[in-house]
């Protein structure tokens, strides 16, 4: 009977999480924020930098940035369950402090600097939860602000945020849509090396649906650098979703799930879905939970880098080293896939600035796009030590360079039988 409840618990838990939600995206405005350059991005600084004896001199453009962002939100204020602001942000230069926002005037929140505090780059996806009386119907005032701190010059840059609007089930959008009564949940008939994904939705419901995305919890590779490898996986570029499970636009919404370096769990995998429908509302589904891989699975390590420099950034033709260390003898690798996550600021003249082993893997994009970038590399076991491995970066260039992203470059390993 005890787990029973336990079970009723549980699911009325993922029901709840279950819901309707608007989301409302800002839009860079040149002239809001007080730039000359129309291309750039939402920049916070810290509060003397425009006088900086060097810095107003040499960056112009970026030290006379406001910090002030607007976003219309077209929702009657009242009638809105809870809200939260997402983000997609750089968390600027290491040590930088206090990363805040005020909206309207009103609540100012704080924003993680968990990776930053450590002298190290991060780009993070927070979601903020905030007062929802802060908002106002129409047009709203989001001021970015933070503090120096110990760094040379205190900033961050957000490159995508909104506005998350959570519904009450009486919603009229819900009712006048047919909405009522709408549930979904991902459906899995076992979990294998490549496991079909689908939707579990009533028929009379996959007609509104434009576009389903899932995401995985389980424990691995930290790619939304917030310090927690168990974890849901995957994450906004450009406010589309990548590195995740995968994405279908077609009834019966299917997707193939590639487990095979997913690493071994101590813990239940679940599943959930994002959903975008035709009325412009998103929905997100309840909680596939309680999976595991199958008993006998080859067993898959997740080995992260130690040893590396505060901060783990090369400019300037300065190289940076750290290490990766296998406990095992290489032979005993079936496959191998190297993940590095960075802020590309660009290698200058340097024709390979990533290497593990002496070996080059391609990390940047070669054109120094000043953007977030994870890849994955199948490395050749061939190439790995039964010992310490050794990582090089190295990038030419005087006032940016590459920087290496929380939590650093690392091996899964998927072991033989």
């Known amino acids: 009977m005890k787990q029973i409840l336990i079970l009723l618990f549980c699911l009325l838990i993922q029901q709840a999480n279950a819901q309707f939600y608007t989301q409302y995206w800002a839009t860079f405005d040149a002239k809001i924020t007080n730039s000359t350059l129309p291309s750039e991005r939402l920049r916070a600084q810290d509060a003397t930098i425009s006088v900086h004896p060097v810095f107003s001199k040499s960056h112009i453009i970026e030290t006379q940035m406001n910090g002030l962002q607007l976003i219309t939100v077209n929702e009657?204020?009242?009638?809105?369950?809870?809200?939260?602001?997402?983000?997609?942000?750089?968390?600027?230069?290491p040590l930088s402090e206090?990363?805040?926002?005020?909206?309207?005037?009103?609540?100012?929140y704080h924003l993680p600097e968990k990776g930053n505090s450590l002298e190290q780059s991060?780009?993070?996806?927070?979601?903020?939860?905030?007062?929802?009386?802060?908002?106002?119907?129409?047009?709203?005032a989001f001021q970015m602000a933070c503090d120096r701190g110990t760094t040379f010059w205190g900033n961050y840059i957000v490159d995508e945020m909104a506005v998350k609007c959570y519904l009450k089930d009486d919603d009229k959008r819900i009712l006048?849509?047919?909405l009522k009564g709408f549930k979904a949940i991902p459906f899995v008939e076992k979990?294998?090396?490549?496991?079909?994904?689908?939707?579990?939705?009533?028929p009379e419901f996959q007609n509104q649906i434009v576009k389903v995305s899932y995401i995985a919890r389980y424990d691995g590779y930290d790619d939304r650098g917030d310090g927690y490898g168990n974890n849901w996986h995957g994450f906004t570029h450009k406010r589309i979703y990548t590195n995740h499970v995968g994405t279908a636009t077609q009834a019966p919404f299917s997707v193939n799930w590639d487990t095979r370096m997913i690493p071994t769990q101590g813990k239940a995998m679940a599943l959930k879905a994002v959903i975008e429908l035709k009325n412009g509302l998103f929905?997100?589904?309840?909680?596939?939970d309680n999976l595991w891989f199958p008993k006998g699975r080859p067993t898959v390590l997740l080995i992260h880098s130690t040893n590396a420099p505060a901060p783990f950034w090369s400019r300037d033709n300065q190289l940076k080293t750290a290490k990766?260390?296998?406990?095992?003898?290489?032979?005993?690798?079936?496959?191998a896939e190297l993940m590095v996550k960075i802020w590309d600021g660009g290698e200058g003249t340097v024709a390979d600035p990533f290497k593990l082993n002496g070996i080059a893997y391609a990390i940047t994009r070669k054109h120094a796009d000043h953007d977030v970038h994870l890849t994955k590399h199948v490395v050749d076991a061939k190439n790995l030590k039964a010992s310490e491995n050794t990582i090089e970066l190295n990038s030419e260039t005087k006032n940016h360079g590459i920087e290496m992203l929380l939590p650093f470059p690392a091996l899964i390993v998927r072991l033989k039988k």
């Open 76 to 93: 009657v204020i009242l009638d809105v369950k809870r809200t939260e602001i997402v983000f997609e942000m750089w968390g600027g230069h």
């Open 98 to 108: 206090n990363k805040r926002f005020t909206i309207n005037g009103r609540g100012t």
């Open 122 to 140: 991060e780009y993070i996806y927070p979601s903020i939860p905030i007062t929802t009386s802060d908002l106002v119907n129409g047009v709203n």
């Open 176 to 178: 006048d849509n047919g």
């Open 191 to 202: 979990i294998e090396d490549l496991t079909t994904v689908k939707l579990s939705v009533a």
């Open 283 to 288: 929905f997100e589904s309840e909680i596939l």
């Open 324 to 335: 990766i260390t296998l406990p095992f003898d290489p032979k005993e690798i079936e496959s």
